[in-house]
């Protein structure tokens, strides 16, 4: 049975970093593109990165480019999303999701499996 769980949310103060990682198990973790995503209160879910199975490739949403990055480390089947510079806009539950065999994408869809969200609270 697949299972993400993800760890490392919480509260920090604007401008602050904060780093939150996803640990899979239960199927092809080291040939599954992953994904972060994060759903703020009241607003539809939206994609922030993503990660080739290799790891070789990155890409991150506009609106956290030069902040945000996301890594991986096939050995301990986990991926990590650190955040840097955070704003109060960056307030969510953050997601992970993988796409197994699969090619990174920002859409939703196109992953299989989720985990169940860690919130990260930007706030003074």
């Known amino acids: 049975q697949a299972l993400l769980v993800e760890s490392g949310g919480g509260l920090v103060q604007p401008g602050g970093s904060l780093s939150v990682s996803c640990t899979a198990s239960?199927?092809?973790?080291?040939?599954?593109?992953m994904g972060w995503f994060r759903q703020a209160p009241g607003k539809e879910r939206e994609f922030v990165a993503c990660i080739t199975w290799s790891g070789s490739i990155t890409y991150v949403a506009d609106s956290v480019k030069g902040r945000f990055s996301i890594s991986r480390d096939n050995a301990k089947n986990t991926v990590y999303l650190q955040m840097n510079s955070l704003k109060p806009e960056d307030t969510a539950v953050y997601y992970c999701?993988?796409?197994?065999?699969?090619?990174?994408?920002?859409?939703?869809?196109?992953?299989?499996?989720w985990g169940q969200g860690t919130q990260v609270t930007v706030s003074s």
């Open positions: 239960g199927f092809a973790f080291s040939r599954s593109a």
């Open positions: 999701a993988a796409d197994v065999f699969g090619d990174s994408s920002t859409l939703a869809d196109e992953y299989e499996h």
